[in-house]
Structure formats: C-alpha cells, structure tokens
C-alpha cells in the first residue's frame, strides 16, 4: 500500500520558520508532481507550492519569498522550508503527490495533514 506521511507541523512565533516534511512509501515506481496545499479555518483548500520531478516550481503569490519547496527523488520525500510566518499563514498543511506504483494505476495522494500554528 502506497501512501504519504507528513510530519514537522507545530507551534510557531511570527518570524518565524518551520519546515514540513512528507514521505511517500511502498511500492513505487516513480512520484511525478509533489506539492503542498493549505486550509485555513472557514476557508478553501488551496495550493502553496509544486515541484515537478526535474526541479521546477511554482508558488501561491502569498508566499512566493518565504516558502521553499524542494524534493528528495532518491528518498520519495518532498519539504516545504516556511520562513518568515506570519499569523495568516496558520492551517493545517497538506502533501499530495501522483504516484505510479510498480503494479497498478497511477495514484494522487494526500497526507493526512499537518497542523502549522503561527501565534504569539
């Protein structure tokens, strides 16, 4: 069984950083498009960040500057720095990927959420 598991959510000061990591384990055969989504209270969930498998990115203008994605394509692992929080930054923060198992159909998966808090 394929799945995603994130980790590296918590408490946080504004300024300041965290980063989020998300693991993808089983069976793969390779993870093409890995991104982070966020929801926010009251709110839709939206894309911060993606990263194709060659490097590109792309990012929600909110934290272009602040926001790093990147990806470890050896490990099935991708990470979003966070630096400089601001207090509407706070959600819970998701990984999705689309994973091609080595038997079986092409996959987009989600983790089961991190929460990140930005407060004084």
């Known amino acids: 069984q394929v799945q995603l598991v994130e980790s590296g959510g918590g408490l946080v000061q504004p300024g300041g950083s965290l980063r989020l990591s998300c693991a993808a384990s089983g069976s793969i055969l390779r993870i093409d498009d890995m991104g982070w989504h966020r929801q926010a209270p009251g709110k839709e969930r939206e894309l911060v960040a993606a990263?194709?498998?060659?490097?590109?990115?792309n990012y929600v203008d909110s934290v272009k500057g602040r926001f790093a994605i990147s990806r470890d394509n050896a490990k099935n692992i991708v990470y979003l720095q966070m630096n400089s929080l601001k207090p509407e930054d706070t959600a819970v923060y998701y990984c999705k990927a689309a994973v091609v198992p080595k038997i079986g159909r092409s996959l987009e998966l989600w983790g089961q959420g991190t929460l990140v808090t930005v407060s004084s």
């Open positions: 990263i194709t498998p060659g490097g590109t990115t």
